[in-house]
């Protein structure tokens, strides 16, 4: 029963260090490019149009926000269900949540037509719009999240860990039932317009936030020489197995009742048989790669232990998670507005056909540029406080396994 | 329907006619003449409050536009200067009204009609606007504030008439009564520099035969004793937006 105190410890500095800073640094450098052009020359240089309103640096925004809630589901099984071979990882999962909330919600701000107004937005608020009330939660989000840091790193505040693990938990569902709901709640379009999307999103936030975390642990143990081991990542691997599992039970419900009711066939139609590019990436992105293969990955009897396997499909999962984020954004929009149910429409400005975008290279940069921020973030984060137990391996994490 | 019904119809039926009637052969003692036969703007004096007590709302008789719509969209064009943007391709210039051809698929009965911002009474691009900037005015004219509009690009999301445009690029020659600016959402603000002036909006001008614009709260109103007799149907009435657009013929 001898098991070994975890000690948390800074990171080393290194050559490695300041080369990742480096290249992520290159590329906030391309992000800020793309911003500064958008912004000198208008919305005309992106792929974006009216009919096509959310592109690329949405989906980028959405999925990093998506996975900065799932991220600190890591914590929160160790703090609010007790699990303790969760909890040394806490403070990393908050970490975490933290850079990648702001490294989404940089995108979306950088993406706004007028991001200088930036003020407006965080003083003047309609509390009817679903947007109003995403701002107060992702404020709240990264309020709660520092506390709980401050829970598990202060000793003299350890007596609230607990609390400040469940309110950031709860906080946390809430947040991600909000940005479902953006979708949601919109009446207007056929393919958005339903209750599943809150919880759709919630679970998308497990598998996608889940993933992120498996290869930052990952590669921040394996580049700075420490002791990860399998204990640990095995629980994480079935764990990303269920979540995938669940965001598979939740789009089969979302497109099979979709498919029934008149109004959605002709999407559910567009978006799974015959919507080309849309088409592709969700049975080719989503489904394929994105779930099955790390499914199998995961299950693979040959695969047990192996990390490789591991980061591939946890790899794997995030490419799934973008693809579907991509369907669900640009394919929803590219559907047509039904205006006259059971009638065809055309007019000079695109009325009744599929709409077209085509990403720019400086939707892209954008895009990019907040994943680098992410993990600027975190790689200073590991750098300068106690974030990252010394070491993880099994007789650390997990003395009881054997 | 009985016969009472029908009676009771056309009598109703025949009452507007004469009141349009009566409206044009006193018109050419005012100045506005075109918009009286049209529907009925008193100027709201500039130091009075904006009141709930008038809503505005137009009446499209489809089957009297012989051009579809077409000349109402190109007056609302030349109104407010949207459309001409140099850099903006097909998809990305501005549009605030358009016509839109429609075919029944089983039918194949077909009629061409202008949509523009139907300013619905309960409009979910207002409903979503983080800031506020897209707004309902009392009298149920729906425009975007610009100074407060942070280009988020949700009211296009939301709205079902895709009545919305968003400005891709700096403008340049803009006319002083309809401010527009980049990074910011516009539509059809029903000519509200002109309704405040007791004038009619630009597109209505521009088809007085086909359009009735009034007060649909007034059920003394021209449009509200036309709409009473010849009826107005909404597009995607489904929504339950109550539109103050409404259309006859469609
Ligand atoms: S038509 Fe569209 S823009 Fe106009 S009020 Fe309705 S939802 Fe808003
Ligand atoms: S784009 Fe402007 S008007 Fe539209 S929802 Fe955003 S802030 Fe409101």
Not at chain 1, 110 to 129: C, E, Y
Request: aromatic share 10%; with cysteine; glycine share 10%.
């Amino acid at each position: 029963m001898a098991s070994q105190a975890i000690i948390f410890r800074e990171t080393k500095d290194g050559k490695g260090f300041y080369i990742l800073l480096a290249v992520l640094g290159a590329f906030l450098a391309l992000g800020a490019l793309a911003f500064f052009n958008a912004e000198h020359h208008g919305h005309h240089v992106t792929g974006m149009n009216n009919q096509i309103v959310w592109g690329l640096p949405h989906v980028f925004a959405i999925g990093l926000i998506v996975a900065a809630s799932g991220a600190l589901n890591v914590g929160s099984i160790g703090t609010v269900f007790g699990k303790k071979i969760y909890q040394p990882m806490g403070r990393l999962s908050a970490l975490l949540a933290i850079s990648l909330l702001i490294g989404g919600l940089i995108v979306l701000v950088l993406d706004l037509g007028r991001p200088d107004r930036l003020i407006v937005a965080m003083t003047t608020f309609n509390f009817k719009s679903i947007f109003a009330w995403n701002i107060i939660l992702y404020n709240g989000f990264l309020a709660l999240s520092a506390v709980y840091i401050w829970t598990m790193m202060d000793r003299q505040v350890k007596g609230y860990y607990k609390m400040a693990g469940i309110a950031a938990f709860t906080w946390r569902l809430i947040l991600t039932a909000g940005t479902g709901s953006i979708f949601g709640f919109l009446v207007a379009r056929d393919f958005y317009n339903s209750a599943v999307m809150a919880p759709l999103f919630i679970v998308m936030s497990f598998a996608m936030g889940l993933a992120v975390f498996i290869l930052v642990l990952h590669f921040a143990y394996s580049w700075t020489g420490r002791q990860l081991g399998n204990a640990v990542m095995n629980r994480l691997r079935y764990l990303l197995a269920v979540f995938i599992g669940g965001v598979l039970l939740l789009e089969a419900a979302r497109h099979f009742t979709g498919l029934y009711i008149a109004q959605k066939a002709g999407v559910e139609n567009f978006i799974l048989f015959e919507g080309g590019v849309y088409t592709q990436l969700f049975w080719v992105g989503q489904i394929l790669l994105g779930s099955l293969l790390p499914l199998s990955l995961i299950f693979c009897r040959k695969l047990v232990d192996n990390r490789v396997a591991l980061l591939l499909a946890a790899a794997f999962t995030i490419v799934g998670g973008f693809a579907q984020l991509y369907v669900i954004l640009i394919g929803g929009q590219a559907y047509p507005l039904t205006l006259f149910p059971g009638a065809e429409v055309s007019s000079d400005y695109f009325d009744g056909v599929i709409n077209s975008y085509v990403p720019s290279i400086w939707e892209l940069m954008l895009g990019l540029g907040g994943v680098a921020l992410t993990l600027v973030m975190v790689t200073i984060g590991v750098k300068v406080l106690r974030f990252l137990p010394d070491s993880l391996s099994d007789a650390v994490a997990d003395p009881h396994s054997k | 329907m009985n016969q009472n019904r029908v009676d009771e119809y056309r009598r109703n039926f025949m009452t507007a006619l004469g009141g349009v009637a009566a409206v044009a052969a006193v018109a050419p003692s005012f100045v506005l003449q075109t918009a009286h036969a049209a529907g009925e703007v008193a100027a709201k004096p500039a130091d009075q409050a904006v009141t709930d007590a008038k809503r505005w709302g137009m009446l499209i008789d489809v089957t009297k536009l012989t051009d579809g719509g077409a000349a109402m969209v190109a007056a609302c064009k030349k109104e407010h200067g949207w459309g001409d943007e140099i850099h903006s391709d097909a998809t990305q210039k501005a549009h605030w009204a358009r016509v839109v051809k429609v075919t029944d698929k089983l039918t194949q009965n077909s009629f061409s009609l202008p949509v523009m911002c139907q300013h619905c009474e309960n409009p979910p691009c207002v409903d979503v606007c983080p800031t506020g900037a897209s707004m309902k005015r009392a009298d149920g004219i729906v425009q975007v504030n610009k100074h407060t509009c942070i280009g988020c690009r949700y009211c296009m999301m939301a709205c079902p008439y895709k009545a919305r445009s968003f400005v891709h690029e700096h403008l340049i020659d803009q006319k002083a009564h309809s401010p527009r600016g980049i990074g910011t959402v516009e539509s059809c603000n029903m000519c509200v520099h002109r309704v405040d002036n007791g004038q009619l909006p630009a597109c209505v001008e521009a088809a007085p035969d086909a359009v009735t614009f009034g007060d649909l709260n007034d059920p003394n109103s021209t449009l509200s004793q036309t709409l009473k007799a010849i009826g107005g149907k909404q597009i995607r009435a489904d929504l339950g937006l109550n539109t103050g657009v409404r259309y006859h013929g469609i």
